[in-house]
Structure formats: structure tokens, C-alpha cells
């Protein structure tokens, strides 16, 4: 069992920043490939970017390639979203996720991912 709670969501201008963090509990933390996952209203949730247990391997939607950094510590049982030069159209609510296979790839599909935070919101204001 893993639960999951994100903050650092908040109010930001166009251009600015915000690192998200996702809090885990559980043993199995650290042997789980993790995911950040978005959903602005009216729209499908939609990946955004995935860590490997170990960090040696991430993946992102190219939307966010070259502005969202994904990383964890596994001795924190924590994963951070950086996110920089944010847009009017990075607003949404933010999910992390564990995915359900241990060791697994970091799918980009969230039917793969068992465990799911509560969400924080993040708004880009033009």
C-alpha cells in the first residue's frame, strides 16, 4: 500500500516557476517507477512526465520537454516536479503516481498506475 499526497501547487505569472512535491508512504516506494499526471477541465488526464525507481531513466510529454524536470528521493520517499517558464496552458490540477508493476518503465498510460494523490492545483495566469 502507497499513499500519496502532492503540494506546491499555487498562483503563478507566465514565465515564472513552481516545484511540486509528492510525499509517499509505504515500503514500496522505492521500488516504483513514479508519474506526474494533469488534468485541466473539461480534458482527459494526461501524463506529463515519469521517473524509473532508481532515477535513471525519465520520460516527458513534449510539451514539457526543456521546462518540467522530474526527480525523487528515495530517502525522502519523495518525487519533485520542477516546473519553469510555466504557460497559461500548464494550468491544471497535478496528480503523482505510482505505478503498479515493481521496477516498471513509467508507462504514460494511468490505467498502469495503482496509487494516486489527492491532486494540487496549479494556475498560470497570462
Known amino acids: 500500500q502507497v499513499q500519496l499526497v502532492e503540494s506546491g501547487g499555487g498562483l503563478v505569472q507566465a514565465g515564472g516557476s513552481l516545484r511540486l512535491s509528492c510525499a509517499a508512504s509505504?515500503?514500496?516506494?522505492?521500488?516504483?517507477?513514479m508519474g506526474w499526471f494533469r488534468q485541466a477541465p473539461g480534458k482527459e488526464r494526461e501524463f506529463v512526465a515519469s521517473?524509473?525507481?532508481?532515477?535513471?531513466?525519465?520520460d516527458y510529454t513534449d510539451s514539457v520537454k526543456g521546462r518540467f524536470t522530474i526527480s525523487r528521493d528515495n530517502a525522502k520517499n519523495t518525487v519533485y516536479l520542477q516546473m519553469n517558464s510555466l504557460k497559461p496552458e500548464d494550468t491544471a490540477v497535478y496528480y503523482c503516481?505510482?505505478?503498479?508493476?515493481?521496477?516498471?518503465?513509467?508507462?504514460?498510460?494511468?490505467?498502469?498506475?495503482?496509487?494516486w494523490g489527492q491532486g494540487t492545483q496549479v494556475t498560470v495566469s497570462s
Open positions: 503516481a505510482a505505478e503498479r508493476v515493481p521496477y516498471g518503465l513509467g508507462s504514460k498510460t494511468p490505467a498502469l498506475y495503482e496509487y
Open positions: 509505504g515500503r514500496t516506494f522505492s521500488r516504483s517507477a
Open positions: 521517473i524509473v525507481w532508481d532515477g535513471g531513466s525519465t
